[in-house]
């Protein structure tokens, strides 16, 4: 059974940091691409971040680029999504999907096979 375990969420003022982890089972992570969704209440989901465990390759939306950073270590199956100088507009609930690393196409695509329940990010002014 795949299982997407995502922590790291919580409070923070404007401008601060988190880094949120998500810990994945029961698939072969270097077959897998992970990415990072997030969705405000009457908001859309917005792809936020994916990198690829078979060549480590790596995206970004362009509301997060230059802020946020995503990792991942192989060894414990674990994606990272480092994020600094957080705004109020950060605010959602984020979790993380997966799908296999072939499938070359838009993050914002009905194609992740799996996802974990999400971890809320609160950003206060």
């Known amino acids: 059974e795949v299982q997407l375990v995502e922590s790291g969420g919580g409070l923070v003022q404007a401008g601060g940091s988190l880094r949120l982890s998500c810990a994945a089972s029961?698939?072969?992570?270097?077959?897998?691409?992970i990415a990072w969704f997030r969705q405000a209440p009457g908001k859309e989901r917005e792809g936020v971040s994916s990198?690829?465990?078979?060549?480590?390759?790596?995206y970004y939306a362009d509301s997060v680029k230059g802020r946020f950073t995503i990792s991942s270590d192989n060894a414990k199956n674990t994606v990272f999504l480092q994020m600094n100088s957080l705004k109020a507009e950060d605010t959602a609930v984020y979790y993380c999907?997966?799908?296999?690393?072939?499938?070359?196409?838009?993050?914002?695509?009905?194609?992740?096979?799996?996802r974990g329940q999400g971890t809320q990010v609160t950003v206060s002014l």
């Open positions: 029961g698939l072969i992570f270097d077959e897998n691409t």
């Open positions: 990198i690829s465990g078979s060549d480590g390759s790596t």
């Open positions: 999907a997966a799908r296999p690393s072939w499938l070359l196409i838009s993050i914002d695509t009905d194609t992740w096979d799996y």
